[in-house]
């Protein structure tokens, strides 16, 4: 049994305002930590329940943020950028049985801790399909083209609410509870190394392929704070403005629509002005 690890960083205990996860902050070097012991508590805990492999790749940022050196050694891991599948790297090879969303939070323009999708601010929301999605509706789907269930989602307990409307069934952990964007009541790492070990060992029990989900066509809308944006996201073909900050493109399936979704988010950043957005 294969369970991979989509391992995000806003959603990791401790981790509650941008220096947190900005790289190269002596606040983002505290906090690796932190984030490599969620990591390593969820490998336990999937070992502990019975898997015999399990591949972790990085999803935050640069990709380069957990201390490898201080992974679980019977652990393997994807680290760096430009991948197919971006967050779920790895589990279009055939052989993961089960996913796992740790350190995932809510999407933009929702409440929750560090909210966002895909890029840190510009945009405010993304639907699919006609409804709001967050990174981890976005892969889940991803993930459920390929026959693999979501079996565990770790982050703050907005978070949590939100795996229960794309995966049902998955354990989940809040390792910290949202009082604002910046602010959080948080537990220690031992309190969520625990609790995420324990979790993951029931969640192994959930690790069973099923028929590959073929929902396509699928439709992304995508909001902007700003409307050259919307026009500077018209360069990747298929994406038309639905709005002044708003741009809609379809793709049949789930691999198409996020490799888009990447593209779009790489453009618009490209179109950012430090001090005007």
């Known amino acids: 049994?294969?369970?991979?690890?989509s391992a995000d960083m806003e959603g990791a205990t401790g981790?509650?305002?941008?220096?947190?996860?900005?790289?190269g902050t002596p606040q983002w070097e505290r906090c690796r930590g932190m984030f490599t012991s969620?990591?390593?508590?969820?490998?336990?805990?999937?070992?502990d329940g019975g898997a015999d492999r399990v591949l972790v790749n990085e999803a935050h940022w640069t990709m380069r943020n957990l201390l490898l050196e201080?992974?679980?050694?019977?652990?393997?891991?994807?680290?760096g950028r430009h991948k197919s599948l971006s967050m779920v790297e790895g589990v279009q090879h055939g052989d993961v049985d089960g996913v796992a969303f740790v350190g995932y939070h809510t999407g933009a323009g929702a409440e929750g801790v560090l909210a966002h999708t895909y890029l840190a601010n510009s945009l405010t929301g993304v639907w699919l399909?006609?409804?709001?999605?967050?990174?981890?509706?976005?892969?889940?789907?991803?993930?459920?083209?390929y026959g693999v269930p979501v079996i565990l989602v770790t982050g703050d307990d907005l978070t949590c609410a939100d795996a229960a409307g794309y995966a049902p069934d998955a354990r989940t952990?809040?390792?910290?509870?949202?009082?604002s964007r910046y602010a959080a009541v948080c537990r220690t790492p031992a309190r969520t190394a625990a609790d995420i070990r324990a979790a993951a060992t029931e969640a192994v029990k959930l690790a069973v392929r099923h028929e590959p989900v073929r929902g396509g066509p699928h439709t992304m809308e995508v909001e902007f704070d700003a409307e050259h944006l919307s026009m500077a996201a018209t360069v990747v073909p298929g994406v038309e403005r639905t709005g002044e900050r708003r741009i809609a493109y379809t793709s049949g399936t789930m691999y198409e629509a996020i490799r888009t979704f990447k593209a779009v988010t790489t453009v618009v950043s490209a179109a950012?002005?430090?001090?005007?957005?």
């Open 173 to 179: 952990v809040a390792v910290k509870d949202h009082v």
């Open 38 to 47: 969620d990591v390593n508590a969820a490998i336990l805990g999937f070992h």
């Open 272 to 277: 950012l002005e430090e001090q005007y957005g």
């Open 70 to 79: 201080k992974l679980d050694a019977r652990a393997e891991m994807i680290t």
């Open 15 to 23: 981790v509650t305002w941008p220096a947190d996860v900005l790289p």
């Open 1 to 5: 049994m294969k369970i991979l690890i």
């Open 129 to 145: 399909d006609g409804l709001r999605a967050s990174e981890g509706v976005l892969n889940a789907h991803v993930v459920a083209e």
